[in-house]
């Protein structure tokens, strides 16, 4: 038999030349070669040639380039590096796993970098100081799997790579990199951003159920998909990746689901987003780092909490691998290349004979300190198990025993048929698709026109306050018919704020009353200089505050966070149903309706959800958020309540 005309996978390790392995799907292996170029930004990743021909790259990149948006991190300076591939050969399955070493890599001095007690120390931190403290409504902290290593690094990673093909099921990328100091082998299960023929995907992945020993069984999932802890964590991931898309799909995106994710260890909830873009996929890649399943919301804030939170750098943790390759047929205006980018978790990095597997658990509102530590041993072990570096489960990966036909016994070496999905149990489906009965319909339906825009012709100017819900208000604004933009609210002027038709303030975090902060001032500014102008303002949640205050109205924190609550609310003789994420409210004594010129739209308890009067209205709630089923609706009502002319 004739032998491959490429050098086997061992030939390739031994000759030092920088490879990667990446299967996404049962029956083919990936197999890229070439060199290795690190660059400074993401924009500097070479996709052509001097000669300015297309050419797949696969580049790994680290958290660190969120510096790039602006965003803090502990900066380590993990190289953004890029293999730019001479060569591309696809290997059936069987033949790859033949090449690869099966012999376990040993390990030694293996543990967590962060004690359990001390890691739930930092849960009750970050949920007490950061979401009760209102600066965002969850955050993903991280600890670290260690372990020295003495086997070459090339081995180790080809050894990891077929126990992952052969122990993990349900990954969106198996993958082994090897480049120059530096190994990555991981299963990821969640897809960050794809592009392709100008549809961009992105696919947040929360809530983690950890099988229990044996398997996962449909009785066992049933609990874990009707706890509202769970439920709620993936509505607010959803609700921050919209805001990405928003950023870079003209249609604001769509979103389908949800679908369960199952691993060998654990199973997940998920949606898929979709939208169109033109833009360049790295830039679609920037304007969406990274994945809130693995920093928080809101993102800028989430990245100064982790920073507080986290004392070492994350490398390439929740960071992404992206793959451009070139497009075969090119319409005119569209970009030279498609984009396929998963985040960079279940991952473990080899470099300098130690190996580093980091976990995270996503900590909200309602999370329990010790449940957030047995989530980062679920995460940690399904690598460390399907690499056989802990005992796997063994009674989940046994054959399956099934009677003949001829009252004989099938082999047990024979190959198991494919587990059962969970998902295809009609009960769990049914659960799953109940969720949607709480969503927005504006997000899970087409976003085509309706009829005329209402307001055509018209015009907006949204400050933003450090939340990226402003790319999301700003679509169904436009969606309104306005023509709306953007601006951060240390770069907007007086003169935009003057000259706004519509100014809408926008949402942040923090602490409405804190005037040390330059951002909680300059908003301030904002909303009392339009105020003083009487010309249209809308103010939603940290503006909505501190409008309130202008009027002699209390600001207060709340006992409890509304981090991610959907509430039925009365505003102004509607009832709506609407997404809530404020950590402090405007509150009035129990039975005001009125503070000056401001007409007040309160519950019993005096909290006060929304504010109107001659040329202004605002909203404590999120009306863009995907919790919000009446948003809308409610919105159209106060932006014709702004707009309406004052009389004297």
């Not at 049962?26 to 070479?46: C, F, N, R, S």
Request: some cysteine.
């Amino acid at each position: 038999m004739t032998g491959p005309a490429h050098p086997s996978l061992r030939e390739i390790a031994d000759r030092g030349i920088p490879f990667a392995l990446i299967a996404r799907d049962d029956t083919t292996v990936e197999l890229l070669t070439g060199d290795v170029v690190d660059v400074d930004l993401l924009a500097d990743i070479p996709l052509t040639d001097a000669a300015g021909t297309p050419r797949e790259v696969l580049a790994l990149v680290p958290f660190r380039q969120v510096r790039e948006r602006g965003f803090e991190c502990h900066d380590d300076g993990a190289p953004l590096r890029c293999l730019i591939v001479a060569e591309r050969t696809a290997l059936p399955r069987d033949e790859a796993l033949a090449q690869l070493p099966a012999e376990p890599v040993a390990l030694q001095d293996a543990g967590f970098d962060i004690a359990d007690e001390e890691y739930a120390g930092i849960v009750r931190r970050v949920i007490a100081d950061e979401i009760g403290r209102g600066e965002g409504a969850n955050f993903v902290i991280r600890r670290d799997f260690t372990a020295g290593v003495s086997t070459d690094a090339a081995t180790a990673a080809l050894t990891w790579f077929r126990a992952l093909l052969e122990h993990e099921r349900g990954a969106y990328w198996t993958f082994a990199i090897v480049t120059p100091g530096h190994v990555a082998v991981g299963a990821s299960p969640e897809a960050h951003v794809s592009a392709r023929d100008g549809v961009v995907t992105m696919n947040p992945i929360s809530g983690t159920f950890r099988h229990p020993a044996g398997g996962a069984t449909a009785e066992t999932l049933t609990e874990f998909l009707r706890s509202t802890k769970e439920t709620e964590e993936l509505f607010m991931v959803v609700d921050e990746e919209l805001k990405m898309m928003s950023a870079v799909c003209s249609d604001g995106g769509r979103i389908t689901g949800p679908h369960l994710k199952e691993m060998s260890r654990l199973t997940h909830t998920e949606y898929v987003l979709r939208g169109r873009s033109r833009l360049d996929p790295r830039d679609i890649l920037r304007e969406t780092m990274f994945a809130p399943t693995v920093t928080g919301s809101p993102m800028q804030n989430a990245c100064t909490v982790i920073t507080r939170h986290e004392t070492t750098p994350r490398g390439y943790y929740s960071g992404v691998a992206a793959l451009f390759t070139p497009r075969l047929t090119l319409a005119a205006g569209e970009a030279t290349h498609d984009l396929d980018a998963p985040i960079l978790i279940r991952t473990a990095y080899l470099q300098d004979g130690r190996l580093r597997v980091p976990v995270g658990a996503t900590l909200v509102r309602h999370s329990d300190p010790y449940g957030e530590v047995g989530e980062t041993h679920g995460k940690a072990a399904g690598v460390l198990g399907a690499i056989g570096a802990v005992p796997r489960d063994a009674v989940a990966e046994a054959a399956v025993v099934v009677p003949a036909p001829d009252g004989d016994v099938i082999d047990e070496d024979a190959p198991a048929p494919a587990p059962r999905r969970l998902a295809d149990d009609p009960a769990i489906a049914e659960l799953l698709a109940s969720r949607n009965g709480r969503l927005a319909e504006f997000w899970l339906n087409p976003q085509g026109s309706d009829g005329p825009a209402p307001y055509a012709g018209r015009s907006a100017l949204v400050v933003d306050a450090e939340d990226r819900f402003t790319t999301m208000l700003a679509h169904q604004l436009r969606h309104l018919g306005l023509d709306v933009r953007i601006a951060p609210w240390d770069e907007v002027t007086d003169a935009q704020i003057d000259d706004a038709e519509l100014l809408v303030s926008g949402p942040g975090p923090g602490d409405p009353r804190d005037e040390s902060s330059p951002r909680i001032r300059r908003m301030r500014e904002v909303v009392a200089r339009r105020r003083e102008s009487g010309r249209p303002i809308l103010a939603v949640c940290l503006s909505h505050q501190i409008l309130a205050d202008t009027f002699g109205v209390d600001l207060a924190p709340l006992d409890a966070p509304h981090q991610g609550l959907q509430k039925s609310v009365d505003v102004f003789g509607m009832p709506a149903s609407i997404g809530f994420y404020n950590t402090f409210t405007a509150r009035v004594p129990a039975g005001t309706t009125r503070a000056g010129e401001a007409e007040i739209a309160a519950d019993a308890s005096g909290d006060v959800y929304a504010l109107r009067g001659p040329g202004f209205a605002s909203v404590q709630g999120h009306l863009e958020s995907i919790l919000s089923r009446d948003g809308m609706t409610t919105l159209q009502r106060l932006v014709e309540q702004a707009l309406a002319p004052v009389t004297a």
